[in-house]
């Protein structure tokens, strides 16, 4: 299930079954501190809470390292600056690294019908940024949310383009 190699992978179980495992194992971010005993025993929220706790500080490392190669990058012609030229370079497969604002997470408007279509109509901003994220994805590159403090760049979405 884990195509890219890019997710950090929580192990659950057994101590002696996570060791046999990570010695066959070829994922390379299997993360070193695994979840002890039975999950079949632990609650799904409990599970959830003690898995997140493991994995967010990676994923923090993560963000961390695609902000300085952002801004590493920046005018070297490897990166995008604004979310709509980050839009078109996911739709053309360039985007390696996709770095959103938190602020342009909160995409529930108040006041505004979520499942109304207005056809005809150009795509949301908000719809914009789905395009860019699943387009993304889709081709083997990393999103990280940003908080908006630590954006490189006043826009919503960034991107560091592939080679």
């Given at each position: 299930m884990l195509e890219v190699d890019r997710a950090p992978l929580v192990l659950?179980?057994?101590?002696?079954?996570?060791?046999l495992y990570r010695a066959v194992n070829t994922y390379p971010r299997v993360l070193l501190?695994?979840?002890?005993?039975?999950?079949?025993?632990?609650n799904?929220?409990?599970?959830?809470?003690?898995?997140?706790?493991r994995a967010e500080p990676e994923l923090q490392?993560?963000?961390?390292?695609?902000?300085?190669?952002?801004?590493?990058?920046?005018?070297t012609g490897r990166t995008v600056s604004n979310a709509e030229k980050a839009n078109l370079a996911a739709v053309e497969g360039q985007v390696d690294t996709l770095l959103i604002s938190e602020s342009a997470c909160s995409w529930n408007s108040v006041g505004k019908d979520p499942a109304l279509i207005r056809l005809g109509c150009p795509p949301a901003v908000e719809e914009q940024l789905d395009f860019t994220v699943?387009?993304?994805?889709?081709?083997?590159?990393?999103?990280?949310?940003?908080?908006?403090?630590?954006?490189p760049e006043q826009s919503s979405a960034v991107a560091i383009l592939r080679y």
């Amino acid at each position: 299930m884990l195509e890219v190699d890019r997710a950090p992978l929580v192990l659950a179980g057994v101590r002696h079954l996570q060791v046999l495992y990570r010695a066959v194992n070829t994922y390379p971010r299997v993360l070193l501190a695994g979840i002890d005993g039975n999950p079949e025993q632990i609650n799904h929220e409990q599970l959830n809470r003690r898995t997140w706790a493991r994995a967010e500080p990676e994923l923090q490392r993560g963000r961390s390292a695609a902000i300085k190669r952002y801004l590493d990058l920046r005018g070297t012609g490897r990166t995008v600056s604004n979310a709509e030229k980050a839009n078109l370079a996911a739709v053309e497969g360039q985007v390696d690294t996709l770095l959103i604002s938190e602020s342009a997470c909160s995409w529930n408007s108040v006041g505004k019908d979520p499942a109304l279509i207005r056809l005809g109509c150009p795509p949301a901003v908000e719809e914009q940024l789905d395009f860019t994220v699943v387009n993304t994805v889709s081709r083997a590159g990393a999103v990280f949310v940003v908080p908006d403090a630590d954006m490189p760049e006043q826009s919503s979405a960034v991107a560091i383009l592939r080679y």
